[in-house]
């Protein structure tokens, strides 16, 4: 089946969360190593995502999310912030760079398929990535428009429908390992994305044997699929 | 209340839909008027709408709805076109060109403010037609995602919440007055667009006074928020 439209993952994938984040902590003066701090709070995504995905909680946006990951994070450790300061840092995920490949080779995968965004973050967020790093997509598809978080089944089955594809029609972008399971399991494609330093210098090393491409940068990618 | 973004309405505002679908009829080969049937077709859809929006026909999309009008028109008019030509006609509402100061007007418009499609037309067929006009939006909202056409208040409701503006901070521009009281009795901001060729020349005059702006191009609505 040939691949029709194309969706990629956003945090990690396209753009480079880890840098920012610990960027504006170092600007919230806050004590403690940015890239720890930056590492912790996102690791403290998935399981409140988690949560939302089984009803243990109602459905929150990223900046909703985030601001209550924030608030744990920081009162575990027993550090404290202003309201306002929490707000910028929940603001600074919406001003993240993209990695050196992804502009350019957004485009030229768009000249040979259907492309989009397809994230767990909320839209508005998504339009703000867009704009800061001047990516250009076909359309930007949010979780939030279903309510259901990837890795759920329809996360990656509605865009396919929306985009007037098959399931296998589609194929997932993404730099991580689960991400791509969850597309496989919902019957799309996949292509794993490396990022080796989506964690900063010495990030664990990740491959996915099942993906049916694994590329290095966009770039590569577009030659795979055009040949 | 600042205009924070900008929605556009798609057929009729910013493509000519009456000229393609009438090259559409003539290529088919049926006899009869080209644009009289393009404008009798185009006329049966906010009936078949209204249908949806009260419950009394399930969900459709535009391919849908567009291929049960078209049938009904060639019934009534006891003329016959093969399935394959009759999906053609369907195919050809997803090739319209835009107005020629669309593609530039909504370059200006994006820098300024963030910009969004808001169609009745179903993901799928707006990502075709902003791929054929090579037209750049921050993203597209089709009244699909929510499955309440416009007029609906949730048809402009739901875009506010989607872009994390208020309604009064959204501003609707299209081309039809129904359109534009809708989003107005949803609380947003109007901008009437004339599109004075929409049915042709001789088509009937059209005007909103209620509307916020009232413009002749898109360039004309930039330099008005600009100031």
Redesign the interface.
Known sequence: MTVRALVFDVFGTLVDWRSGIADAFRASGVSGDPEELADAWRARLWPILAEVNSGARPWGNFDELHLVTLTDLLSERGMDLSAQERSRLVGAWHQLNPWPDVRAGLDALRRQR?TAALSNG???L??DL??HGDL?F???L?T???RAYKPAPEAYQTPAC????KPGELMLVAAHPADLKGARSAGLRTAFLDRPLEYGPGSPAREDPQADESVGQLHELAERLAS
Chains 1, 2 share one sequence.
């Not at 929306?162 to 594809?165: A, D, E, Q, S, T």
């Open positions: 259907v909320h839209l508005a998504l339009v867009a704009r250009r076909d359309c930007l949010s939030e428009m279903w929306l985009l007037g594809v």
